[in-house]
């Protein structure tokens, strides 16, 4: 267990809708980061947050959009859903940017 | 384009034996590299890793060697256990340790699979 948690673990939706995935990260982690896993693919980086302030974007959608609370836990919202954003989405912590990445369990989503 | 390559989708070796899983990258600007390890249905884990100011790192039964002038870097389980199969991942930090803000680079993953 990384300290890591997502919620939901799966979620199913159809086209158009809009979705949100919950991130907790370990405890004392400051820095939050987003990834997809989509099929045969590697992880691609998506956005990273530090003490709720953006720090760096990767491949993010327009359609995409994230945030880092408080609390520091991060949600990732996911809008005009299409069948080609349904992935694996990853979450993962860290104290520091340049600290070990620890991941979260990941959310399956299946977009039909 | 892909910046980090595992160029081999799996790999299968007998108990015992070496595993040894090859990773190679286009970027002269990473300067960080590291192995993740991926059980089905949980979240890569992180195995070792290595700076581009070493050749070699050695934690246990895993060692990471870089060849910066060939730009490639491999991963050995010695001795390779049934327990060590899974999918690994090599990642990439550009300019890590200049400020990076810690995004990795994955490659695609190698799936090995260790026979007893």
């Known amino acids: 267990d990384s300290g890591v948690t997502q919620t939901p673990k799966h979620l199913i939706t159809a086209t158009g809708q809009r979705v949100t995935l919950r991130c907790s990260p370990r405890s004392g982690d400051l820095s939050v980061y987003w990834y997809q896993q989509s099929l045969d693919q590697g992880l691609q980086f998506l956005i990273q947050?530090?003490?709720?302030?953006?720090?760096a974007k990767g491949n993010i959608l327009e359609r995409f959009s994230a945030q880092q609370f408080p609390d520091l836990h991060s949600e990732l919202n996911l809008s005009s859903l299409e069948l080609g954003d349904s992935a694996l989405y990853f979450c993962a912590s860290s104290g520091e940017p340049t600290d070990t990445q620890y991941f979260g369990p990941g959310t399956r989503l299946t977009v039909l | 384009d892909q910046q980090v390559k595992q160029n081999s989708p799996s790999l299968s070796v007998q108990e015992g034996r070496i595993s040894i899983l090859n990773c190679d990258y286009t970027n002269s600007m990473f300067d960080y590299f590291l192995w993740y390890k991926k059980y089905p249905a949980e979240g890569p884990t992180f195995l070792i890793s290595?700076?581009?100011?070493?050749d070699k790192n050695e934690d246990g039964r895993f060692t990471v060697f870089l060849n910066k002038s060939a730009k490639h870097l491999s991963l050995h389980i010695v001795p390779s256990q049934p327990g060590d199969s899974a999918v690994y991942f090599c990642?990439?930090?550009?300019?890590?340790?200049?400020?990076?803000?810690?995004?990795?680079?994955f490659g695609k993953g190698t799936k090995l699979s260790v026979k007893p």
């Open positions: 947050y530090y003490n709720g302030e953006e720090r």
């Open positions: 290595i700076s581009s100011i070493k």
């Open positions: 990642a990439a930090s550009p300019n890590f340790y200049g400020g990076s803000q810690g995004n990795l680079i």
